[in-house]
């Protein structure tokens, strides 16, 4: 009985293999059919301040007003 039992699970391996080897084929021609581009632009990611990621470049921020430091607040000048 041991002898009938050893040759079923080396069918059983023997399947296995083949259907992995199979299935392994399949997907290297599914991404044969469907290649990826390789622009820098598809690879770029952007942060956003909060640490976000995103396809999109971040809108230009507006310019800040500098203060003269003549404008600075003096604690010796009273309102």
Do not use: C, H, W
């Amino acid at each position: 009985m041991s002898k009938n039992q050893n040759t079923f699970i080396k069918k059983q391996k023997a399947e296995l293999k083949k259907r992995k080897k199979r299935e392994k084929q399949e997907k290297m021609a599914a991404r044969k059919d469907n290649p990826k581009s390789g622009d820098l632009d598809d690879m770029l990611a952007y942060v956003d301040q909060f640490g976000n990621i995103s396809d999109t470049p971040p809108e230009p921020e507006p310019p800040k007003k500098e203060i003269n430091p003549s404008q600075k607040f003096n604690r010796n000048n009273k309102f």
